[in-house]
């Protein structure tokens, strides 16, 4: 098994030589910006953690891999941020308010491309279902996308409609690194299905989680301005159970037009708190993460291989916990 401290490491080396090409610099410097502004690189992490289960040595063949889940990861978040409007990410500008819509277009595309370069680095007995998997994924990580963008002109999403969206949109990006990393190490059928499901479960504990700190996080920690999902009208999770829950004037506040944005935010937090929505997001968060453990408890691996797989996920939701 690869420890924790190895997999930071060469997170940390991966992707502080990253390369993209010189040339035309227009294109290439938002890419480079992208990767310089950081993250949390859960989507390679998820990906030599479950590697590292499996496996003793991190090759080229699961690094380039890796680094692709994370520049493909990047580029969604170039065009989601033109569709979302928003202004910053993670602290810095966005690339769209930096450079142009036209531009971050333009370099999200090409970075999609890159991603695909790498991901075809995976060793030549598993290319093929690599590609499979990612080809898959991208897709559905459009699809989710999408429908994201349909939900902001209802007022009628039901929660089971809200988690299919979110498990496209975020679930299967992190299941897809979690087999990604099982599969190139050689691990079994049965062990990649059951580490997808873990990783997939993670992803919706992940996403029900940055709803709830889009509307009561810190601003300085979460990198973007609080109440975004408010004012973009989003069907968040936080939304979908509230209505659920009744809260009164919900879809009246959203919809208001005339209000300043920090009023419109303050008047929706308060009707979250009118239905306790906390607390039930904090719930669900709890259960989701636990339930992505239980899953991967089906795979074929020791007590300490487990545990890794526990911790991971305390270490991506617990700050909401």
């Known amino acids: 098994m690869i420890s924790e401290g190895r997999i930071d490491e060469a997170v940390k080396r991966l992707f502080s030589g990253i390369e993209f090409q010189a040339e035309p610099a227009g294109l290439y410097d938002p890419l480079r910006y992208m990767i310089e502004i950081g993250g949390k690189r859960l989507r390679p992490r998820l990906c030599l953690t479950t590697y590292g289960i499996y496996a003793d040595e991190l090759t080229p063949e699961v690094l380039e891999p890796a680094a692709g889940l994370e520049v493909f990861h990047t580029f969604t978040l170039i065009h989601d941020d033109i569709m979302d409007r928003s202004p910053l990410r993670r602290g810095h500008d966005t690339v769209w308010k930096k450079w142009s819509e036209d531009t971050a277009i333009l370099s999200g595309d090409v970075m999609c491309i890159d991603a695909y370069k790498r991901i075809a680095k995976a060793p030549k007995a598993v ?182 797989l526990k911790q991971f996920a305390h270490a991506l939701v617990g700050r909401t916990m």
């Open 127 to 308: 290319l093929g279902e690599a590609l499979d998997l990612f080809s898959k994924t991208a897709a559905e990580v459009c699809d989710g996308q999408q429908l994201d963008m349909d939900f902001e002109k209802r007022d009628d999403v039901t929660m089971s409609e809200y988690m299919n969206m979110i498990g496209l949109k975020t679930g299967v990006l992190l299941a897809c690194s979690a087999q990604m990393g099982a599969l190139i190490a050689g691990a079994g059928k049965p062990s990649q299905e059951a580490i997808y499901e873990y990783g997939y479960y993670l992803g919706l504990a992940f996403q029900v989680a940055d709803d709830y700190l889009d509307a009561y996080g810190d601003e300085k920690v979460f990198g973007k301005p609080i109440g975004g999902d408010i004012l973009n009208c989003k069907k968040s999770w936080l939304t979908v159970k509230a209505a659920e829950k009744g809260a009164v004037g919900l879809t009246e506040a959203l919809n208001d037009t005339t209000l300043p944005p920090a009023e419109k935010i303050a008047r929706v937090k308060a009707i979250y708190d009118s239905v306790d929505i906390v607390s039930e997001a904090k719930k669900a968060i709890s259960d989701l993460s636990t339930r992505a453990v239980f899953k991967g408890t089906d795979a074929a691996m020791g007590a300490e291989e487990h545990e890794a």
